[in-house]
Nanobody
Framework: QVQLVESGGGLVQAGESLRLSCAAS????????MGWFRQAPGKEREFVST????????LDGDFVKGRFTISRDNAKNTVYLQMNSLTPDDKAVYFC???????????????WGKGTQVTVST
């Protein structure tokens, strides 16, 4: 079993950057594909990005368009999401999750963190 704890959210102004972190417990972190999702108020949870076990492959949601970068450090059991050029539309709770395969499909992620709030002001 994997426990995930997100951090790094907060309030920023439009155009600024944030780096989210997700720390995982356990010695099996490297055996999981990791992903980031987000959920804005009143909207469904949305795929953001996913990264392979070794970090060599990534897949982004259509809206990312190069603004966000996912990475991982298996020695630190941590996955990151660097978010640049933030806009008010990026306001959401951001979740990290662990899966057995690279996928955009929410239901295929086995473990979830509780999320971290990101708010972007104009």
């Amino acid at each position: 079993q994997v426990q995930l704890v997100e951090s790094g959210g907060g309030l920023v102004q439009a155009g600024e950057s944030l780096r989210l972190s997700c720390a995982a417990s356990g010695r099996t972190f490297g055996s999981y594909v990791m992903g980031w999702f987000r959920q804005a108020p009143g909207k469904e949870r949305e795929f953001v990005s996913t990264i392979s076990r070794g970090g060599g492959s990534t897949l982004d949601g259509d809206f990312v368009k190069g603004r966000f970068t996912i990475s991982r450090d298996n020695a630190k059991n941590t996955v990151y999401l660097q978010m640049n050029s933030l806009t008010p539309d990026d306001k959401a709770v951001y979740f990290c999750a662990a899966a057995r395969m690279m996928t955009r499909t929410i239901s295929l992620y086995d473990y979830w963190g509780k999320g971290t709030q990101v708010t972007v002001s104009t």
